[in-house]
């Protein structure tokens, strides 16, 4: 899809999409309604062969949009459950690392909350442009450094230390699952059928034997409508961070606005 439709806002893009595929609809009843006519017009069973070839071709496309969208809402969760996740063992980490003596404490407490900022201010930012940021890689580095070179001296520190490896390991496994969902979609070549499909779908509608009409423009259009709000909703959550209904930093900024206060 056009890099436009999530860049815009979803009202604007939502008309544009429908706008484009009802006026398809309805400028092709109105040049093809006399042409179906004087093509299929000597075929006795032109109703059963129209609408044969329309439940063929709704039941394909019904099918792949039905798989398609399975996929982009899913990859939709899983990147609100990679931010919540990786917030989490953020807000873990910074708790468990108030145990830690000084300076080993206040240092820790420090990189949480610059990679945490760094977060919401730049990759976000980066997240936006369909991009998966390695920006922060430095600031991960700093808490796995601040973490592995602590060297407790009871075994009550110790314990502290193991919780917070636990916690990065987990930090790091969510950050990584946010990296991957920011750089999947849904390839260009399915979109292309996708578009290709709907088009298809629509066009055969021209050629449904009608005698009003009226009562065409509304089948047509009908069609039209349904198609594209089944297509609009794959592009809107194809991209998790992109778009007016992009996953939010909500869960880190909570983080650091209360826990890391």
């Known amino acids: 899809m056009p890099?436009?439709?999530?860049d815009v806002p979803t009202a604007v893009s939502l008309l544009a999409f429908l706008g484009f595929f009802l006026l398809f609809a309805a400028g092709g009843v109105m040049i093809f309604r006399r042409v179906s006519r004087l093509i299929f017009g000597m075929e006795g069973e032109w109703r059963d062969l129209a609408t044969l070839c329309l439940q063929a071709g709704?039941?394909?496309f019904a099918l792949l949009l039905a798989l398609l969208s399975f996929a982009?809402?899913?990859?939709?969760t899983e990147a609100r459950i990679a931010v919540s996740s990786e917030a989490a063992s953020l807000a873990v980490m910074y708790r468990e690392g108030s145990s830690l003596p000084e300076?080993?404490?206040?240092?820790?407490q420090a990189d949480l909350r610059a990679y945490t900022a760094h977060v919401i201010n730049k990759e976000w930012g980066e997240h936006r442009q369909g991009e998966a940021p390695e920006s922060?890689?430095?600031?991960?580095?700093?808490i796995q450094n601040g973490i592995?070179?602590?060297q407790g001296k009871t075994p009550a520190e110790n314990n502290i230390q193991s919780a917070l490896i636990s916690a990065f390991k987990d930090f790091i496994n969510a950050r990584r699952q946010r990296l991957t969902a920011a750089s999947v979609g849904v390839p260009g070549l399915l979109w292309s059928v996708l578009v290709m499909g709907v088009l298809t779908v629509i066009a055969l509608t021209w050629f449904l034997p009608v005698n009003r009409a009226r009562a065409h423009f509304f089948l047509s259009l009908?069609?039209?409508?349904?198609?594209?709000?089944a297509l609009y909703s794959i592009v809107a959550v194809d991209r998790p961070f992109k778009g007016s209904v992009s996953v939010p930093p909500t869960a880190f900024e909570l983080v650091l606005g209360t826990t890391m206060r």
Not at 72 to 76: C, H, I, K, L, P
Not at 136 to 142: E, F, L, P, Y
Not at 222 to 229: H, K, P, T, Y
Request: net charge positive; no cysteine.
């Open 136 to 142: 922060g890689q430095g600031h991960v580095r700093k």
């Open 72 to 76: 982009a809402y899913q990859n939709y």
């Open 3 to 6: 890099e436009w439709f999530t």
């Open 148 to 150: 592995l070179s602590f």
């Open 222 to 229: 009908s069609v039209a409508f349904a198609a594209s709000l």
């Open 103 to 108: 300076p080993d404490r206040g240092v820790l």
């Open 58 to 60: 709704v039941t394909f």
